[in-house]
């Protein structure tokens, strides 16, 4: 398993998904000290949470103060760094967009760790359906949290 040192998930607006994810794998936690960002690949200003995913992390007791959404750029890539995309028009949005990106170091993070559906974007629905993200990206954290410690093999 290669090591690590920054992940760094990405999806549309850096604003609901993304940040959700970072709060998560935060909380759960990883044996040894990783960078975790969020980037949005459209962000043209720098904006707070989604309210309905800032409420639905609220509820769940992570931590929400003081985030803004900002943009993927060219310097977040690295040979230790680990980009993990919601859906995979995202992955090949980044591959197309950034020279830097290496295909082996930008994944699905459902396919990454071995689930199949995608992320799906909650953006314009239900508070529930914002819950209901919430929940599926903690499953696919806690397997990512799992295979970064070492835990469990890459699929």
């Given at each position: ?10 999806a ?45 992390m ?5 931590p ?36 830097e990106a ?11 760790v ?33 295979i ?8």
């Open positions: 398993m290669r090591l690590y040192n920054k992940i760094i998930f990405v549309e607006s850096g604003t609901c998904r993304e940040p959700m994810a970072v709060a998560i794998l935060k909380d759960i936690g990883l044996n040894r000290s990783v960078e975790i960002a969020a980037r949005g690949l459209v962000v043209l200003f720098p904006e707070p949470l989604n309210q309905k995913a800032e409420a639905v609220i509820s769940n007791g992570l929400t103060e003081r985030y803004m959404s900002s943009p993927l750029t060219a310097e977040d890539f690295g040979e230790d760094v680990l980009i993990l995309t919601m859906e995979e028009r995202q992955r090949q949005k980044t591959l197309e967009m950034f020279e290496d295909a082996s170091r930008v994944q699905v993070l459902t396919e990454f071995g689930d199949e559906l995608e992320i799906v974007n909650p953006y314009g629905g239900t508070l529930q359906m914002y819950g209901l993200c919430y929940e599926t990206l903690q499953a696919s954290i806690r397997k990512l949290a799992n970064l410690n070492g835990q469990e093999e890459t699929p």
